[in-house]
């Protein structure tokens, strides 16, 4: 069966329809010699007569009426296929999976998907989230198709990055702290505060090394990952913490700029060069880069 193709079945099943050579040819827009010849073909690859003819009647032989269903499930599994491929192809029905480093905010990005799905209705976007090292391996290990995050230090070599923005840190405080009656505030001004670290910021070894080497000394309240324990945290008063201006807020916290130019962080796309990108990563990267470009032009 590996020499068979789709239009001799096509043609074959025109016929156990319609049981006349003639009209079967009309259906499937072929000459009657061309369909006779698609059949005769297909009969040859299966190894016996499909169809027999008796004067001006056509019937299907028992071997025709043993493989009509079977060829009709494939015709039809076939059909659905090009249109499956079709839609993907026209970004109609495109999946896109997204890993996203959970301290980046949506406000940036919510934009560009928009406009995705404005020029795609159909595209289907599975986001997960997690931290650098979950989104790398799982980007890595093609679960999905493209991440975006800050740009890792040790990136591996088969990760192709495309710069997406810059952006600067806050601190993050309850209401009623000192910090409110400042436009922004200095690290200097974190002399004396308590502090809530956390333990996945990008930003944790240069906040640490300014700390040592101007001399500032805080109070680590507590330590975590969680960065809704942190927010938590702030918000009862505990202490105030630096995060990426981006990142969602829980209602009630309150932040400044912080002056220190070293306190920015590089946000990216990182894919896996050498693999084949489907319409939709391209339509995304497409959208990024423009949205990027825009940006830096204003």
């Not at 986001?127 to 493209?146: V, Y």
Request: with cysteine.
């Amino acid at each position: 069966m590996a020499g068979m193709e789709i239009h001799q079945i096509r043609y074959f099943l025109a016929v156990c329809e319609t049981l006349n050579f003639t009209r079967a040819a009309e259906a499937c827009n072929v000459s009657q010699p061309a369909l006779t010849r698609a059949i005769k073909a297909l009969e040859e690859e299966l190894g016996g007569e499909l169809l027999r003819r008796e004067r001006n009647l056509t019937h299907l032989t028992e071997l025709g009426r043993l493989v009509r269903e079977p060829l009709a499930l494939a015709m039809a599994e076939t059909e659905r296929t090009k249109k499956e491929a079709a839609a993907f192809l026209s970004l109609g029905d495109a999946p896109l999976n997204l890993g996203v480093m959970y301290t980046i905010g949506p406000s940036r990005l919510v934009g560009i998907l928009d406009h995705l799905y404005r020029t795609a209705p159909g595209i289907q976007i599975k986001l997960r989230d997690g931290t650098p090292a979950a989104i790398l391996e799982t980007l890595m290990a093609g679960g999905s198709e493209i991440a975006v995050l800050t740009r890792p230090d040790a990136a591996p070599e088969r990760l192709e990055i495309v710069p997406l923005y810059r952006e600067r840190f806050v601190i993050a405080f309850p209401a009623g702290h000192r910090f409110a009656e400042k436009n922004a505030i200095r690290i200097e001004d974190m002399k004396g505060e308590n502090y809530l670290l956390r333990l996945e910021c990008e930003m944790r070894e240069v906040i640490q090394h300014m700390r040592e080497e101007r001399s500032i000394p805080i109070n680590i309240r507590c330590q975590s990952q969680r960065e809704d324990w942190i927010q938590s945290m702030i918000l009862a008063g505990m202490g105030c913490a630096f995060m990426p201006e981006s990142m969602p807020m829980l209602p009630g916290i309150e932040t400044r700029p912080v002056m220190e130019d070293a306190l920015q962080r590089e946000v990216c796309l990182a894919m896996v060069a050498g693999r084949r990108f489907s319409p939709a990563v391209k339509a995304f990267v497409g959208l990024a880069a423009k949205f990027s470009g825009e940006r830096k032009t204003k």
